[in-house]
C-alpha cells in the first residue's frame, strides 16, 4: 500500500491511499492525473515504510517509483 501525506494548498495537509504503487504511477499517466505535478509530499510510505525523497514533490515520487522497479 502506498500512503501520501501532502499539502493541499499549502496549508491544508491530507492523505492520499493507493492499493499499489503502480495504482499510483497509472493514475499519473492519465489525461487527467490525480495530483499536478508540483503539489508538495510531507510523507510517503510504502507497506509501512517510510520513504525519503530527494524532490518532494508529486513529480519526484513519480520519478522515484519509475526508477525503483
Do not use: C, H, R
Not at 17 to 33: C, M
Amino acid at each position: 500500500m502506498l500512503n501520501i501525506v501532502y499539502l493541499l494548498d499549502g496549508n491544508v495537509k491530507n492523505v492520499a491511499e493507493y492499493k499499489s504503487t503502480d495504482q499510483f504511477v497509472a493514475n499519473q499517466q492519465l489525461e487527467v492525473p490525480d495530483f499536478e505535478d508540483s503539489l508538495k509530499i510531507l510523507k510517503v510510505s510504502i507497506d509501512g515504510k517510510t520513504v525519503d525523497l530527494v524532490d518532494s514533490t508529486i513529480s519526484g515520487l513519480y520519478n522515484y517509483l519509475i526508477e525503483t522497479k
